[in-house]
T-cell receptor, first 109, second 116 residues
Framework: AQRVTQPEKLLSVFKGAPVELKCNYS??????LFWYVQYSRQRLQLLLR??SRESIKGFTADLNKGETSFHLKKPFAQEEDSAMYYC???????????FGTGTLLAVQP | GAGVSQSPRYKVAKRGQDVALRCDPI?????LFWYQQALGQGPEFLTY????????KSGLPSDRFFAERPEGSVSTLKIQRTQQEDSAVYLC??????????????FGPGTRLTVL
């Protein structure tokens, strides 16, 4: 069955420290993976998708099919990065999303 | 332009009551999704519409849940005889086209349903 796992509920780092939010998935085909972010009092929004191979707000994520992982990384965390981050897998003809349980990133000053 | 809107933003219902949640997608968006997000969990898929056609309702948890999009724009999610386990945030998302994983889903602010 398709599944997305985010092992950390909370990740607390200091400003300027590197960040890595972990995401593992199980999927039998070629996955389409995404990171969504929800800032305080804002709606859920797309941060980046693996197919674009882009960097958004300094974040990158590399799909590792061997390890079935799609970890989100940023070399230097900023306070404004504090938010809830969800890893998601797109599945089926309808492109519905399967989400992980989310990781709350708290960047301390 | 305006994004996806949902109403009401908050709904409190007594157990056994029926509720109706509304979603206004971005104008012109073909695809519309409903998700349910329980406390401390990620969103979970409920149902999908392509225009007015409900093509996937595999995520609806019981026959008390019903969704419609009669004119291919506004959608309503109806929950009959609400139970406490229905308490959650209900999210609506729309996307421009259909069946393409490169298409972005835009989410509404959600409706927080509390069943007492």
């Amino acid at each position: 069955a398709q599944r997305v796992t985010q092992p950390e509920k909370l990740l607390s780092v200091f400003k300027g420290a590197p960040v890595e939010l972990k995401c593992n998935y199980s999927y039998s085909g070629s996955p389409e993976l995404f990171w969504y972010v929800q800032y305080s009092r804002q709606r859920l929004q797309l941060l980046l998708r693996h197919i674009s191979r882009e960097s958004i707000k300094g974040f990158t994520a590399d799909l590792n099919k061997g390890e079935t992982s799609f970890h989100l990384k940023k070399p230097f965390a900023q306070e404004e990065d504090s938010a809830m981050y969800y890893c998601a897998l797109s599945w089926g003809a309808t492109n519905k999303l399967i989400f992980g349980t989310g990781t709350l990133l708290a960047v301390q000053p | 332009g305006a994004g996806v809107s949902q109403s009401p933003r908050y709904k409190v219902a007594k157990r056994g009551q029926d509720v109706a949640l509304r979603c206004d997608p971005i104008s012109g968006h073909v695809s519309l999704f409903w998700y349910q997000q329980a406390l401390g969990q990620g969103p979970e898929f409920l149902t999908y519409f392509q225009n007015e056609a409900q093509l996937d309702k595999s995520g609806l948890p019981s026959d008390r849940f019903f969704a419609e999009r009669p004119e291919g724009s506004v959608s309503t999610l109806k929950i009959q005889r609400t139970q406490q386990e229905d308490s959650a945030v209900y999210l609506c998302a729309s996307s421009l086209v259909t069946g393409q994983s490169t298409d972005t889903q835009y989410f509404g602010p959600g409706t927080r349903l509390t069943v007492l």
